[in-house]
Nanobody
């Protein structure tokens, strides 16, 4: 079965950095666009960043552009989210998601989801 397992979350001070990883198994990874979403308490799950199948095209939400970088390694079946200059408003559970096909920013278009990893940014 398909599994997406996130890691790398934790507690960090404002201005700090974290690198999230998502290990995928049970799917032909290079056939899937990948996305990172986040959900803060009491709020909807929203797109943070997405990357196409080859890694040649990316999308970033305006709130993270210039601070976060998404990348993937198809040989390792992994996608990453490098987060820098973190702010308290970045505090959320971060989810990795896989979509069979083109890059998408739409929550409902993703086929598989990880269990999430907590990121907490203290002020």
């Amino acid at each position: 079965q398909v599994q997406l397992v996130e890691s790398g979350g934790g507690l960090v001070q404002a201005g700090g950095s974290l690198r999230l990883s998502c290990a995928a198994s049970g799917l032909t990874f290079s056939s899937y666009a990948m996305g990172w979403f986040r959900q803060a308490p009491g709020k909807e799950r929203v797109i943070v960043a997405a990357i196409n199948r080859s890694g040649g095209s990316t999308y970033y939400a305006g709130s993270v552009k210039g601070r976060f970088t998404i990348s993937r390694d198809n040989a390792k079946n992994a996608v990453y989210l490098q987060m820098s200059s973190l702010k308290p408003e970045d505090t959320a559970v971060y989810y990795c998601a896989a979509r069979n096909g083109w890059l998408s920013t739409t929550f409902g278009s993703y086929n598989y989801w990880g269990q999430g990893t907590q990121v907490t940014v203290s002020s």
